[in-house]
């Protein structure tokens, strides 16, 4: 391999494996942080980084794509130097003697450049056509893919035969006894580790949370008063939901689970919308009209409707207010006219203020939350766990 050739799949390759480093920490934030600000990437509905690491696309046999991109990469320089590598001596013994199997590294890098680039195409059309959502780091690394195995490509050679070449010389190193043995630890290894995290999704909740939460909180029962639960319980927990966070959804969905499964329990709903219109200890916005919807529950709750449309503001999804209204007639019995007075009045203005000040007071200042017996707990916790929790507070099995 020329030195010019070299430098520019190690530009490349770092470049991409540098990206993949970001996709990972905006990966991470997306969904295991929930104190974390929105991405530089996420600018709108269409270009948002953050809401495709939240889908659960953004994972395949539960490992993040952006892990996998760091591999791919890493595996780029590796065969970029591996010539050099291979010939490291230490008291003149060949330490590396044992990638002697790789004859042809620029045939490979061409080879799983095009593989990458053609399941990058895949992965582009299902942002495009299926989240509907495009994470403009992805598609930058789909195109990095792209130039990789352009470089790549060994002079003579069309994209067809470089991966001719990598087939033949796999068959011919596990042809050696000491390959095949290290090649079918390595199967055995990744088998184990991609089983694990597939049954785990340990790094993958959102896929744990389709699975554990595929129904939504109506589904377990019409709530059309303003109280969840038994109104005398004893336990009573407060959360702390945004109308348009994710894992609110989930947190929704638990406690009306929880209320269908023990009594001696009540849940309090209580507002901290991450909307800077109306939250003002927020930096940055986070969550726009978040606020509007907390005011929609607010005043539902005016009539005796709180939790109807609660459950109907995480269980659709709005493009205006004009939207909220018309879906709000499918609750028996609300007053829509009345419904809109109040959204603009004082008194809802006030609840909503009151509850944030509030929320702010006792340190939650991020969605998810609930407050059990004067302690908080912020993020989603296992179902299992908090009604464990649940019953160890007082509540019972029905």
């Known amino acids: 391999m020329n030195l010019a050739k070299r430098i520019a799949l190690t530009a490349v390759a770092l470049i991409g494996f540098l990206t993949s480093v970001k996709l990972s920490m905006i990966y991470w934030d997306a969904n295991f942080n929930p104190y974390a600000l929105p991405s530089f990437c996420s600018i709108n509905e269409l270009i948002d980084c953050d809401g495709v690491a939240k889908t659960t696309h953004s994972q395949a046999f539960g490992i993040p794509l952006a ?61 495009v056509f299926e989240i509907q959502k495009i994470c403009i780091l992805c598609f930058f690394t789909y195109i990095l893919n792209l130039i990789l195995a352009l470089i790549a490509k060994p002079k003579g050679e069309n994209f067809w035969s470089v991966v001719v070449i990598s087939v033949k010389d796999l068959i011919e190193g596990l042809k050696v006894k000491k390959y095949a043995i290290l090649f079918s630890v390595l199967i055995v290894a990744a088998v184990g580790v991609l089983t694990y995290t597939t049954i785990s999704n340990v790094l993958a909740p959102q896929v744990k949370i389709q699975k554990e939460f595929a129904k939504s909180a109506s589904e377990y029962g019409s709530i059309s008063g303003n109280v969840l639960g038994d109104e005398k319980a004893e336990v009573v927990v407060h959360e702390y939901t ?6 609110c959804f989930v947190l929704n969905t638990m406690m009306h689970r929880a209320v269908s499964e ?8 209580h507002n901290v919308p991450l909307d800077m219109e109306c939250n003002p200890i927020l930096k940055q916005q986070m969550h726009p009209g978040s606020c509007l919807m907390a005011k929609y529950a607010i005043a539902a709750g005016l009539q005796g409707k709180y939790w109807a449309m609660n459950n109907l503001l995480f269980d659709k999804e709005f493009a205006d207010e004009n ?28 609840e909503l203020k009151k509850e944030i000040d509030e929320a702010v007071k006792i340190g939650i200042d991020g969605t998810p939350a609930i407050r059990l017996n004067m302690e908080t707990h912020v993020g989603v916790m296992p ?13 019972v099995e029905r």
């Not at 945004?242 to 894992?247: G, R, T």
């Not at 609300?334 to 006030?350: A, F, P």
Request: charged share 25%; glycine share 4%; hydrophobic share 45%.
């Open 323 to 350: 939207d909220i209204i018309i879906a709000s007639k499918e609750i028996k019995g609300l007053d829509i006219e009345k419904l809109k007075q109040d959204v603009k009045s004082d008194k809802v203005n006030q």
């Open 67 to 127: 892990f996998w991109g760091l591999f791919l990469y890493f595996v780029f320089l590796f065969f970029t130097y591996v010539d050099k590598i291979k010939n490291i001596e230490i008291k003149g013994f060949r330490i590396f003697a044992y990638f002697d199997v790789f004859k042809n590294p620029e045939a490979y890098m061409c080879a799983l450049g095009e593989i990458a680039f053609l399941i990058s195409m895949s992965l582009a059309c299902l942002s």
């Open 262 to 269: 023990l009594k001696n329990l009540k849940v309090v709903h």
């Open 383 to 395: 179902y299992e766990e908090l009604k464990a929790k649940l019953i160890k507070a007082g509540a």
């Open 242 to 247: 945004d109308y348009q966070c994710p894992y």
